[in-house]
């Protein structure tokens, strides 16, 4: 597997696109990750990475292909060992038998025959309609889930070597400072501390253990340079924020005449969005496993992209690709995290094993992780529609500012353009809705805190931003928020997936109750369009989501088991958003630590879940991802028709 396994379910569905064309014993299928190598880049170009919901996207018929192929031939090797036409053989089980004479052979069994054959170049994989495996629901591979819960699969932060050492990293706290000196006298006295070295981000204590190198970073001295960010706090972020959008931004979208269309409206509805900084919060803290050994190196790395880290490993240690050896293990959760462009923790680690005789497992705090940001970035979003007589949008004009997460890095070329951030427009200038006017404008603000794509990417601020003011939209012109955006939308697809939400909630017949309100919002990202409603029960100051329908069009289920599970699992992860998580800056830090002040969504949180699948045949799209935009707007109105207020600012604080 040249993907990476990080909870998502990529082992299992690839998998079942080898069994399905080989016919081999599933039970029987093991798992390797596969070492750096060109052949199995993705399709977002040349690299190996997993990320943007993109591992069955983009592997699926290449893994159906091999399986394909190799099943052809071993076919033609039994055919020619039985001197029978192809026709008269067929593969079940990982056996080739022949129809006639019942006769079998074990895969195994044919295996060195493969060795002198030409591999079929173009090799005819079943129609998705006539398949038995895909398209069923599968529950993980024995083997992986049997290995993760006897304690037996390895994470990054498992990994055991000989004579391996550990290190704890020293981090600034304020975002941009640097060490002007640092005494490290005391530390280098406590049991076990080995060396004390000064790394690119700050101090590393090498250390037997690794309780012990962070117990030493407490009594190490430092003087730091903390520049100018030190006097920024949340405040100033907001209101350089406004500023900015005083000015005119890069343009996004425009088209048609949208000053024309507000002029002339009949209502014009306006809201701001402000969307705080996220962390990731992957379960498994960041770590990194190194052996550097002069001209060769050994690295165990749970990054999302294995050809990224294996470059800043050859500049890092000056060691050349073909003698560095790179383990995959298994991610305990990612959301982007360990996709990182500018490799912090990856170059932490190896600017600690540098030159040094042993293996060093460097391993980050979750406060490290929480407080030295690559965080979802800030956003602050302006919107207005323009309404004509009957209530029908005629112009919809936009201002985004946020940090780029592309501007600057390896991405640049494919995500920064004319000022203009991907994520900043990703799912509002292609909206779905027919409206005929727009003018589209984003700002980029710069800034020492770094920020990364987060769990579906700029989908998390324009889907609660689009649903939200088309919700606004649909109440002031009294129509019913299904209807109405039905009324708007001209892809067939849309309307499948709102008229099926609507049968699976009962909508129209939805119970009207106190306190208690419906919501519904619809997007697509990554390929695939998700609808959800939500139903909410406000008590006091608090709100609880009671209840999700969603219904989900991805082209075509690989494995409707995994789909459930990543639409369940994409909605309590927005909760979390929606209700508790954010990153607040105070004197240039984060004021944030670990879960008991970043607090995420626990099982009290969770909603029952009711999740319906379309198998439109439309092109296949992506799952790890789309379920998180739809609950982030479909919550806020429901909670609007619980309260009779709008929230447009996330976490949502009901009272404030």
């Known amino acids: 597997m040249g993907q990476v396994e990080m909870g998502q379910g990529t082992y299992t569905t690839l998998a079942m696109c080898i069994a399905e064309e080989l016919n081999v014993d599933w039970e029987k299928i093991n798992f390797k990750p596969a070492t750096v190598n060109p052949i199995y880049n993705s399709y977002f170009g040349p690299l190996m990475i997993t990320g943007g919901s993109s591992s069955i996207i983009g592997k699926q018929l290449e893994m159906r292909t091999i399986g394909a192929a190799v099943n052809k031939m071993l076919i033609s090797a039994a055919a020619k060992r039985w001197k029978v036409r192809a026709y008269n053989i067929y593969t079940k089980n990982s056996k080739v038998f022949n129809k006639k004479t019942k006769e079998s052979f074990t895969f195994a069994e044919l295996s060195l025959d493969l060795t002198t054959m030409e591999i079929p170049k173009n090799p005819k994989v079943k129609d998705l309609k006539d398949c038995r495996f895909i398209g069923q629901p599968q529950p993980r591979h024995p083997k992986e889930s049997w290995a993760k819960v006897t304690g037996k699969a390895e994470f990054g932060i498992d990994i055991r070597v000989d004579g391996m050492k550990y290190a704890a990293i020293l981090h600034p706290q304020v975002f941009g ?77 425009k088209d048609g005449d949208s000053q024309k269309a507000f002029k002339d409206a009949d209502k014009v509805i306006e809201a701001e969005y402000n969307f705080p900084f996220l962390a990731h919060a992957p379960m498994e803290p960041l770590g990194f496993l190194a052996h550097h050994e002069k001209d060769k190196a050994t690295i165990w790395s749970s990054a999302q992209s294995q050809s990224l880290t294996q470059d800043v490993a050859i500049k890092v240690l000056g060691v050349k690709p073909e003698n560095i050896t790179y383990n995959t293990p298994f991610l305990g959760g990612a959301f982007g995290r360990r996709g990182t462009i500018n490799a912090d923790f990856v170059l932490d680690g190896l600017y600690v094993a540098k030159d040094e005789d042993y293996p060093i497992m460097t391993l980050w705090t979750r406060e490290d992780d929480i407080k030295m940001g690559n965080y ?41 353009k004319n000022g203009v951030d991907g994520a900043q427009k990703e799912g509002l200038v292609d909206h779905s809705y027919d409206i005929d006017n727009h003018d589209m404008q984003a700002y980029t603000m710069d800034s020492p805190i770094p920020v990364l794509w987060w769990r579906s990417v700029g989908h998390t ?34 309307i499948n997936i709102l008229e099926d939400v609507a049968k699976k909630s009962d909508w129209e017949n939805r119970k009207k109750e106190k306190n208690v309100g419906y919501g519904v919002a619809i997007h697509e990202s990554f390929g695939t369009i998700c609808a959800q409603v939500a139903k909410v029960r406000v008590t006091n100051d608090d709100f609880k989501v009671e209840k999700v329908w969603a219904s989900v069009d991805c082209g075509f ?100």
């Open 461 to 494: 601020q324009s889907g609660p931003t689009v649903e939200g003011i088309v919700d606004e939209a649909a109440f002031a012109a009294g129509v019913d928020p299904i209807k109405y955006r039905i009324n708007m939308l001209t892809d067939q697809r849309f």
């Open 376 to 416: 979802r970035p800030k956003y602050k979003n302006k919107v207005k529609v323009a309404l004509d007589e009957d209530g029908i949008i005629k112009a919809f004009d936009a201002k985004v500012v946020s940090q780029s997460i592309f501007k600057g890095s390896v991405f640049e070329a494919f995500g920064y």
């Open 557 to 656: 289920a690989f494995n409707p088991q995994n789909v459930e599970n990543q639409i369940a699992g994409s909605i309590n992860f927005g909760i979390s958003a929606l209700k508790y998580s954010q990153i607040t800056i105070q004197n240039g830090e984060a004021m944030q630590n670990n879960f008991y002040d970043y607090v995420v969504s626990r099982i009290s949180d969770a909603p029952e879940v009711v999740i319906s699948i379309i198998n439109s045949g439309a092109k296949i799209g992506g799952i790890g991802e789309p379920g998180v935009p739809p609950i982030l707007a479909a919550v806020p109105n429901a909670l609007f028709d619980a309260t009779g207020k709008r929230y447009h600012s996330m976490p949502i604080k009901l009272g404030s």
């Open 177 to 253: 400072a640097k060490i002007k000196s640092y005494d490290a006298s005391k530390a280098l006295e406590k049991n076990g501390v080995i060396k004390v070295k000064q790394i690119p981000t700050g101090l590393a204590v090498i250390a037997q253990y690794w309780w012990q190198a962070k117990e030493a970073l407490s009594v190490i001295d430092v003087v730091w340079d903390k520049g100018h960010f030190e006097n920024i706090s949340e405040k100033d972020l907001d209101e350089s924020y406004s500023k900015m959008m005083a000015k005119d931004g890069s343009s996004m979208r």
